[in-house]
């Protein structure tokens, strides 16, 4: 017979993507300010019309609007998307963050020194 074991967030790397689609009320649509994100099509909707963003910024967008409100750390971003066989560079999810508050505004993504990022 199979036992229950524990699984670290560390040793899941990569099944936070498969888990972004949709928000707790299971909303498929959210609005972020002046923004539309549809996590169901993956688009980025603002003023001027679609929003492009590459896999991986839309890979963090998707996470932390599928956790809205909630602070998601360096970390926890860091597992949802890269796999045990990929290097990750020592700031990228900074980076990405970057890049997307470039494309859709500064105020989009609070950062919470010393534990993470987060929308509203």
Not at 15 to 40: I, K, N, P, Y
Not at 44 to 64: D, I, M, N
Not at 75 to 98: P, R
Request: aromatic share 6%; with cysteine; proline share 2%.
């Amino acid at each position: 017979m199979w036992g229950s074991r524990s699984i670290s967030p560390r040793s899941r790397r990569g099944s936070g993507l498969m888990c972004a689609g949709a928000t707790a009320a299971g909303a498929t649509e959210v609005g972020l300010g002046a923004l539309r994100v549809d996590l169901a099509g993956r688009r980025v909707y603002g003023p001027g019309g679609e929003v492009r963003l590459t896999a991986r910024e839309w890979a963090v967008l998707a996470l932390l609007v599928a956790a809205r409100g909630r602070v998601q750390s360096r970390a926890m971003l860091e597992d949802a998307l890269y796999s045990f066989d990929e290097e990750i560079a020592g700031n990228a999810v900074e980076v990405y963050v970057s890049r997307l508050r470039g494309k859709l505004g500064a105020d989009v993504i609070e950062t919470r020194r010393g534990l993470g990022y987060l929308v509203r």
